[in-house]
């Protein structure tokens, strides 16, 4: 019986070993056991408000590109945007194709529950607009490069119920 006992308990630290090994390697975030009875609680327990599942902020997301049209707009003036796209919040783009000088019109819209500040920044001009997602129209103003670069930025208080839409043309 202590043969047998013995193998057992080295094969099962064996494995246990690699397994631990296996985790560490991974990319994964390590679990800890304190954290898999509070998952057995909450499974029994009421549902509660959680923030939107990454496919819930593309939903809002599509909802901002919507409102700028874009797909359209995309596929009929191809040679006059410049950069378009929705960010992240908090986000940023950076463009560095653009010359000092140029004149853009840039259009923000987002979606959803809550404001966004969008900032755009080139050389030292800087300009910002808050935007309100749950009124559904598009705010549109004028900006001038004054670097050989444009970054568009969006922030958020309510960064997990926006989604968010920007599009950036030459002005003809």
Same mark, same amino acid.
């Given at each position: 019986?202590?043969? @047998?006992?013995?193998?057992?308990?080295?094969?099962?630290?064996? !494995? $246990?070993?690699?397994?631990?090994?296996?985790?560490?390697?991974?990319?994964?975030?390590?679990?800890?056991?304190?954290?898999?009875?509070?998952?057995?609680?909450?499974?029994?327990?009421?549902? +509660?408000?959680?923030?939107?599942?990454?496919?819930? #902020?593309?939903?809002?997301?599509?909802?901002?590109?919507?409102?700028?049209?874009?797909?359209? #707009?995309?596929?009929?003036?191809?040679?006059?945007?410049?950069?378009?796209?929705?960010?992240? !919040?908090?986000?940023?783009?950076?463009?560095?194709?653009?010359?000092?000088?140029?004149?853009?019109? !840039?259009?923000?819209?987002?979606?959803?529950?809550?404001? !966004?500040? @969008?900032?755009?920044?080139?050389?030292?001009?800087?300009?910002?607009?808050?935007?309100?997602?749950?009124?559904?129209?598009?705010?549109? @103003?004028?900006? +001038?490069?004054?670097?050989?670069?444009?970054?568009?930025? $969006?922030?958020?208080?309510?960064?997990?119920?926006?989604?968010?839409?920007?599009?950036?043309?030459?002005?003809?």
């Amino acid at each position: 019986m202590y043969r @047998f006992t013995r193998h057992t308990g080295s094969a099962l630290t064996a !494995v $246990a070993l690699i397994t631990g090994m296996a985790s560490a390697c991974s990319d994964s975030p390590p679990t800890s056991k304190a954290a898999q009875p509070q998952k057995a609680a909450s499974a029994t327990a009421a549902p +509660t408000a959680q923030p939107p599942s990454q496919p819930g #902020r593309e939903q809002l997301n599509e909802e901002a590109r919507d409102l700028l049209n874009m797909t359209d #707009r995309l596929e009929s003036d191809e040679e006059g945007v410049v950069s378009s796209g929705s960010l992240a !919040v908090p986000g940023q783009n950076l463009d560095k194709t653009i010359k000092p000088g140029t004149a853009l019109r !840039v259009e923000v819209a987002c979606a959803g529950e809550g404001t !966004v500040t @969008f900032t755009v920044a080139s050389g030292n001009a800087k300009t910002a607009k808050r935007v309100d997602c749950t009124q559904p129209m598009t705010n549109g @103003f004028d900006f +001038t490069t004054a670097g050989p670069d444009l970054a568009i930025q $969006a922030d958020s208080h309510e960064e997990e119920s926006v989604g968010t839409a920007y599009m950036v043309s030459h002005i003809s």
